[in-house]
C-alpha cells in the first residue's frame, strides 16, 4: 500500500507539473503540424494516400517519438536539473514507486497528444471540404483534363490501425527516454540519437536489424490492415520485400521489450547514486 500511496503522489505531482510546463505547449504544437499539413493536403490527394503517407512518416516516425521524447525525459532528468531529487530520495521513499508514477502520469499526456495528433490527421483527410476544394484536376489525354472529386473514404481497419500503432508508439517512446534518464543526465539528447539515428538506421535498412527498432514493429499496424501502408515500403529501394509481423505478434514483442526495459530501469533507479554538480 506504501509503494502504491507513493507511485499515486508521484503521478499526481507529474501530472500538475507537465500541465503547467512550457513543454506542454510544444508538444501541443507538434502534434498540431500533421493536422494542419492533412488539412491542406487534403484538399488534393485521395485520404486513402494521404493518411498511410503521413500517418506512417510524420507522425509515427517524427511527432510521436519527438513528443515523448520530451515528455518522458521529465520523469528523472528534470528533477536531476532542478536539484530537486534529493528531497525525494533522502526520505523514506520507494525509488521505483516514484519512477513507475512519474512515468504513467507521462505516459498518459504523451498518448493523449499522440492519439489526438494522429486521429487528427484521419479527420483532416477525411472532413468534406466546400466548394472546389472537394475537386482535384487530373489529365486524361492529349492535354485534356476533367475534374475528379476526391475520394475521402478510409478503408476498414485504417484508422484503427494508425491510432493503435500512435498509441503504442506514445507508450515505448516515452519509456525509451525516462528510462534512459535513469542512467543518464543527457537522456534527451540519448533519446535523440537513439531515434532519429541509429533506429532510423536501423528502421531502414534490409534483413534482419530491422527487427532491433520499435518502427519496424510499428509499420506493422499499418500494413496488416492496409495494402496501400505496404506499397508506400515497397516503393523504397531499401524496404523492398520487408516482411512484417501482424499487428497481434508486434505488440506481443514489443509489450515483452516494454516490460524487460521498464524492469531494468525500475531496479537501476533503486541502486543508482546521483551525484549533484555545482
Known sequence: MHFLKTAWLMS????????LSR?????VLLASAPIAIAWFAGGHQHATDIVPFIGMFLVLQVVAPLISLTVGSSVVTEELENRTITYIFTR????AAFFLGRLA?????STILVT???AGVIWAATYPQAGQANFKRERIRRGAHEMVEIVRDLPEGLATGLIAASVVAAIMYTLISAGLGVFFRRAM?????YTFAIEGFLANIPGSTQKLSVQFYLRSFLTDVH????SILSEIPMLTGTTLYTAPEALTRLAAAYSVFLLISALGIRTRQYMMTS
Do not use: G, K, N, Y
Not at 523514506?92 to 525509488?95: C, I
Not at 495494402?227 to 505496404?230: G, P
Open 12 to 19: 499526481r505531482l507529474q501530472m500538475r507539473s507537465l500541465v
Open 23 to 27: 513543454r506542454l505547449l510544444i508538444c
Open 92 to 95: 523514506p521513499t520507494d525509488r
Open 105 to 109: 502520469s507521462s505516459t498518459v499526456v
Open 116 to 118: 489526438i495528433s494522429s
Open 189 to 193: 539528447i540519448l533519446s535523440l540519437v
Open 227 to 230: 495494402e496501400m501502408s505496404a
